[in-house]
């Protein structure tokens, strides 16, 4: 046989693989999509739930923080219209109100535990994880019916959902099929024998409701949490900030700290050697602080116990020019001194310092161009009703002078951090 013979013989064989190859591929996707679901009930919308389960649902709906992404700023609470960015482009979240045309109302109690489990919409579309039923998939039945009860109980509120903005091909229902192949499976919490009921509680808050991997996972190239990274740490899906690795106690982990600390930074927004800012202000303010104190402690329980992993090989970084450190400085003085102390001590309760602060070295330097640019405020909660706020330097400070301020930052008080270039800086959403 000539080569050009067994050559084109090689190619029509592997296009006859492929051609077989495609629809099984295609089959595939499509029972790894639909595993696991059992065919909907006959069954009508509750109309009139207890009230028992109302209460419960509605505290659940502060833990799972569903008012946080599916209200607008200033709109009517649950009745969605708030984008979610994405790098494909926005998802918008959906009206929860039992609206007959436009939220839930003609939901059944199985549908929503199907969307809520299985990530499947009521007419059977395939949802977005931006909405993240890949945590919520742990909730236990019973938790869903309870919100379920709740949702039905808010007022009405008509307003339509607004269309996705996705890029194609994330756009497409065969796109999300295949990502859901990949990277999603319903699952029910497991419970660990060998830990404590208030310890599993942690565990089922952490990574069930609360959803805390959402923004503390570290994803990959097509936003999908890396599996066992577990809360490792990564850039939010807007690109805009940190979060910092919850398994790392150089970032946002907290397997030193005493118990009630962790649970007054939940409850409370700050603790003594931490404040939140930006999104988990938003996390403290919406959802934690709501919590009750045997929830609360039961999470700071989970966290605790959390093996420590490094979510970055420390490396002593390269001292930044000389001239960045003076102009660094110079902005320092200027600007943030009055507040965090010549020596970056802070003032305790009031200002937080930022020499010996572990928020000011983590690996990625969003967090601190995001603050000093919008400036920002710890949440306002009933353990801090008053917090001190601080100010914006959007308007006085040029990228030049924030990556000067922010590497002064990184490598002052026996800090070595990366330096930060003004590039870095305006490439920050
Ligand atoms: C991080 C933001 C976020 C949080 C938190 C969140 N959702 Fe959503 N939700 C979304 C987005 C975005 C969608 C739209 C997904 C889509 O259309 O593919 C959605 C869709 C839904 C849907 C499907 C509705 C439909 O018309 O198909 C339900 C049900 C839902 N969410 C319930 C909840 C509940 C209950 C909670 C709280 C326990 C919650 N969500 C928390 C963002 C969120
Ligand atoms: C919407 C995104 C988002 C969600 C959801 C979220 N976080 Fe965060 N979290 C962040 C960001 C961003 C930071 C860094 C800013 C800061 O330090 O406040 C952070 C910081 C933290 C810190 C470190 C605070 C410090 O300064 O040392 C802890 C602890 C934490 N989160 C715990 C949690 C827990 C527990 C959950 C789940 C209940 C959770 N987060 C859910 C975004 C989120
Ligand atoms: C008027 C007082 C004030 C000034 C001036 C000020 N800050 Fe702040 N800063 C605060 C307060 C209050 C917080 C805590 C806010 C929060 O938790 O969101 C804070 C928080 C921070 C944080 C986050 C610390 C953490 O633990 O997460 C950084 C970083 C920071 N400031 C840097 C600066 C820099 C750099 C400047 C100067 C360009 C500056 N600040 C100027 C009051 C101030």
Redesign the pocket.
């Known amino acids: 046989m000539s080569a050009a013979r067994r050559l084109r013989r090689g190619a029509t064989r592997a296009m006859v693989g492929l051609a077989l190859a495609a629809p099984l591929l295609g089959a595939l996707v499509v029972w790894l999509n639909v595993r696991g679901e059992m065919p909907l009930p006959p069954e009508t919308p509750l109309t009139s739930p207890p009230s028992a389960d109302v209460a419960r649902g509605a505290y659940l709906v502060k833990a799972g923080?569903c008012i946080?992404c599916h209200t607008t700023p200033g709109g009517a609470a649950l009745a969605g219209g708030r984008p979610i960015e994405t790098p494909f482009g926005a998802v918008f979240a959906p009206n929860l109100t039992p609206d007959d045309d436009t939220g839930l109302g003609r939901w059944t109690a199985s549908e929503f535990w199907r969307a809520m489990h299985h990530g499947r919409s009521r007419n059977g579309r395939l949802l977005y994880p931006a909405f993240?039923y890949t945590s919520f998939t742990q909730m236990t039945r019973q938790d869903v019916d309870a919100v379920y009860a709740y949702l039905r109980s808010v007022p009405a509120v008509k307003q339509p959902p607004r269309a996705h903005a996705l890029r194609f091909p994330y756009s497409t229902q065969p796109a999300l099929a295949v990502w859901r192949a990949l990277y999603f499976r319903a699952g029910h919490f497991s419970t660990v024998e060998e830990q404590s009921d208030a310890w599993n509680r942690g565990k089922y808050?952490?990574e069930g409701l609360?959803?805390?991997a959402?923004?503390?996972a570290s994803r990959n190239a097509l936003g999908a949490a890396r599996l066992h990274a577990g809360l490792g740490g990564g850039l939010?899906t807007d690109g805009g900030?940190?979060?910092?690795a919850?398994s790392d106690p150089a970032?946002?982990?907290?397997q030193q700290w005493p118990r009630a600390q962790?649970v007054q930074?939940?409850k409370t927004g700050v603790?003594p050697?931490?404040?939140?800012?930006?999104?988990?202000?938003?996390?403290v303010h919406d959802?934690?602080q709501h919590l009750d104190e045997a929830d609360l402690d039961a999470?700071a329980q989970y966290?605790i116990s959390l093996p420590p992993v490094a979510a970055s090989t420390p490396t002593e970084a390269a001292p930044a020019t000389p001239e960045a450190m003076l102009r660094g400085a110079e902005v320092y003085a200027q600007a943030c001194a009055a507040c965090h102390g010549k020596q970056g001590e802070g003032v305790a309760g009031i200002y937080p310092a930022l020499a010996g602060n572990?928020?000011v070295t983590w690996p990625s330097p969003h967090?601190l161009v995001q603050m000093v640019r919008h400036g920002g405020f710890a949440p306002t909660t009933e353990g801090n009703p008053r917090p001190f706020g601080m100010p914006p330097f959007a308007q006085t400070l040029s990228n030049d002078d924030v990556a000067a301020v922010v590497t002064y930052l990184r490598q002052s008080w026996g800090h070595r951090a990366s330096a930060v270039s003004a590039l870095q800086v305006s490439r920050i959403r």
Request: aromatic fraction near 4%; charged fraction near 5%; proline fraction near 7%.
């Open positions: 923080n946080g993240p808050l952490v609360g959803h805390c959402a923004c503390h939010m900030w940190y979060a910092p919850l970032e946002a982990g907290v962790v930074l939940l603790s050697t931490a404040s939140v800012s930006g999104p988990m202000a938003d996390v959802s934690t999470m966290l572990r928020a967090n």
